[in-house]
């Protein structure tokens, strides 16, 4: 069983990594290393600064 679950856990790391769900979590890790005293926003602001940033300078992507 407990190996079912390690499986499951590393699949879904994988998968958030894949598809960026995880990049609030590096982020903030990112900020707690490099830049201690900052400020870490809310994952709503995170969100809307990430998705206002890639409007602002869009790159080739699929969507």
Not at 5 to 12: A, C, H, K, Y
Not at 34 to 57: C, L, Q, T
Request: net charge positive; charged share 30%; hydrophobic share 30%.
């Amino acid at each position: 069983m407990t190996g079912l679950l390690d499986t499951g856990r590393s699949l879904r790391r994988f998968w958030r990594g894949v598809t960026g769900a995880d990049a609030y979590e590096r982020y903030c890790a990112h900020l707690a290393r490099v830049h201690p005293g900052a400020r870490i926003p809310s994952e709503r602001e995170f969100w809307r600064a990430k998705y206002d940033e890639m409007d602002r300078n869009p790159t080739s992507r699929c969507c």
